[in-house]
């Protein structure tokens, strides 16, 4: 439940006297049931109920009729799920928001009771080197094998042989994925015919991270250089290095704005079109203590709409989120915070999702935490991920990937 900005006392505090009076008298009169909502006025009322999740203002329509009177009302559950926009992909815009509201409590308790809309295991029978997940689709790279399976029904949809990938991407609209192998190959396909749309080559640099936005393609080089290109154009549109802070993360929020997370975890705002650096959030160095691992996504994004961009990054044991407002370039909406000490304690974070969080321990045992609730996976072999030597150059760990409705988890045998 989100924390109020004022505390119980600080309301009471700022009632008129008559205000007061009515609270006194009401408490006086039946202490054992004294209900303060009722003696708070209508818009102190929507503003308490508008500051709560989706769950909470649900058990709040069970306290009684009073409450459920006001709790559900068009303001307060248009407000709510605005706010649980910044946490999480809302369904279409098309519904209202009291079918928003209840999309979005019935995907909270599928993730808090660990009751999945589809649970199904992919026997693969070769090492995966990368996965990734999309509203629609979800992808994995093994052996010479790169493929991608529809998420509502499981569905193998799209196969093509390549060699193992170090980095995949799916564009937002589900049409394209993005490759980057381990031959310094580059290519962009399409998920509905199987069919190679773009392909190059790079002799010199490697490439560590792929992100794909429609037509654009961002890459980010082992050197800490980015560059963006028009793969239907075959052009480069811009290069970006830094050589004192160099990128660590990449993603392409819009065809306007590339963020890039650095070494120091220094969140920078480019411009696509000419590379140059529009904004930069340096306040993060004080939520993580060590530097941006190398070779892992940490950063993820939601972009409801051109002028906002919902940030989240993470390590092993903190997180933070922010909002970025691209017309003015400020930041608001602010929160850190350590994840559950039951996920942390002897644990390696494998993904985590604004609300969500995925973690393993050297015993084997998956973990999930969303909501201040804790539980752990059912997934194959959760027992053996690690091997005799957890903590080695090359650990046996399961590589996820997590989204607002899906977790998909990828075991090396």
Request: proline letters at 5%; one cysteine or more.
């Given at each position: 439940?989100?924390?109020?900005?004022?505390?119980?006392?600080?309301?009471?505090?700022?009632?008129?006297?008559?205000?007061?009076?009515?609270?006194?008298?009401?408490?006086?009169?039946?202490?054992?049931?004294?209900?303060?909502?009722?003696?708070?006025?209508?818009?102190?009322?929507?503003?308490?109920?508008?500051?709560?999740?989706?769950?909470?203002?649900?058990?709040?329509?069970?306290?009684?009729?009073?409450?459920?009177?006001?709790?559900?009302?068009?303001?307060?559950?248009?407000?709510?799920?605005?706010?649980?926009?910044?946490?999480?992909?809302?369904?279409?815009?098309?519904?209202?928001?009291?079918?928003?509201?209840?999309?979005?409590?019935?995907?909270?308790?599928?993730?808090?009771?660990?009751?999945?809309?589809?649970?199904?295991?992919?026997?693969?029978?070769?090492?995966?080197?990368?996965?990734?997940?999309?509203?629609?689709?979800?992808?994995?790279?093994?052996?010479?094998?790169?493929?991608?399976?529809?998420?509502?029904?499981?569905?193998?949809?799209?196969?093509?042989?390549?060699?193992?990938?170090?980095?995949?991407?799916?564009?937002?609209?589900?049409?394209?994925?993005?490759?980057?192998?381990?031959?310094?190959?580059?290519?962009?396909?399409?998920?509905?015919?199987?069919?190679?749309?773009?392909?190059?080559?790079?002799v010199v640099d490697t490439v560590d991270q792929v992100d794909?936005?429609?037509?654009?393609?961002?890459?980010?080089?082992?050197?800490?250089?980015?560059?963006?290109?028009?793969?239907?154009?075959?052009?480069?549109?811009?290069?970006?290095?830094?050589?004192?802070?160099?990128?660590?993360?990449?993603?392409?929020?819009?065809?306007?704005?590339?963020?890039?997370?650095?070494?120091?975890?220094?969140?920078?705002?480019?411009?696509?079109?000419?590379?140059?650096?529009?904004?930069?959030?340096?306040?993060?160095?004080?939520?993580?203590?060590?530097?941006?691992?190398?070779?892992?996504?940490?950063?993820?994004?939601?972009?409801?709409?051109?002028?906002?961009?919902?940030?989240?990054?993470?390590?092993?044991?903190?997180?933070?989120?922010?909002?970025?407002?691209?017309?003015?370039?400020?930041?608001?909406?602010?929160?850190?915070?350590?994840?559950?000490?039951?996920?942390?304690?002897?644990?390696?974070?494998?993904?985590?999702?604004?609300?969500?969080?995925?973690?393993?321990?050297?015993?084997?045992?998956?973990?999930?935490?969303?909501?201040?609730?804790?539980?752990?996976?059912?997934?194959?072999?959760?027992?053996?991920?690690?091997?005799?030597?957890?903590?080695?150059?090359?650990?046996?760990?399961?590589?996820?990937?997590?989204?607002?409705?899906?977790?998909?988890?990828?075991?090396?045998?």
């Open positions: 439940m989100p924390k109020s900005t004022r505390s119980l006392k600080e309301i009471i505090a700022g009632l008129t006297p008559f205000e007061q009076s009515i609270a006194k008298r009401e408490l006086l009169r039946c202490h054992d049931n004294f209900d303060i909502i009722k003696c708070l006025p209508s818009d102190m009322v929507y503003l308490v109920f508008s500051l709560l999740d989706p769950p909470s203002i649900y058990e709040c329509f069970k306290v009684s009729k009073f409450w459920r009177a006001h709790a559900k009302t068009n303001t307060v559950i248009t407000h709510i799920v605005t706010a649980s926009g910044r946490t999480s992909r809302l369904p279409s815009p098309l519904l209202s928001p009291a079918a928003c509201l209840r999309f979005l409590y019935a995907r909270t308790q599928r993730w808090t009771h660990n009751q999945p809309i589809i649970s199904k295991s992919i026997p693969i029978f070769e090492s995966v080197s990368d996965i990734v997940v999309s509203p629609t689709w979800m992808a994995a790279s093994f052996g010479r094998h790169l493929r991608a399976w529809r998420i509502d029904t499981v569905r193998l949809a799209f196969s093509v042989r390549e060699n193992s990938a170090k980095s995949l991407a799916i564009c937002p609209s589900g049409e394209f994925i993005a490759y980057a192998g381990y031959l310094r190959k580059v290519a962009v396909f399409s998920l509905a015919t199987s069919t190679e749309l773009f392909a190059q080559q790079f794909v936005f429609y037509n654009l393609l961002a890459l980010r080089k082992r050197n800490g250089c980015v560059e963006v290109f028009d793969w239907k154009l075959d052009q480069r549109v811009c290069r970006i290095k830094n050589d004192v802070d160099p990128a660590c993360d990449i993603k392409l929020c819009s065809k306007d704005w590339l963020l890039v997370v650095t070494r120091s975890w220094t969140v920078h705002v480019y411009c696509v079109s000419d590379g140059s650096l529009a904004h930069s959030v340096d306040s993060l160095r004080a939520v993580f203590d060590t530097p941006f691992p190398q070779h892992s996504r940490r950063l993820k994004t939601l972009c409801p709409d051109s002028s906002v961009i919902h940030v989240f990054l993470f390590d092993d044991t903190a997180y933070a989120s922010f909002s970025l407002h691209t017309g003015r370039f400020w930041t608001d909406n602010f929160r850190s915070g350590k994840f559950p000490v039951q996920c942390k304690a002897e644990s390696r974070v494998l993904d985590a999702h604004f609300a969500h969080m995925v973690a393993v321990s050297q015993t084997g045992i998956i973990t999930h935490s969303a909501n201040g609730h804790t539980n752990e996976l059912s997934f194959p072999r959760p027992n053996s991920v690690f091997g005799e030597q957890p903590h080695s150059a090359h650990p046996a760990l399961p590589i996820a990937a997590i989204d607002d409705d899906t977790a998909v988890l990828g075991f090396s045998n």
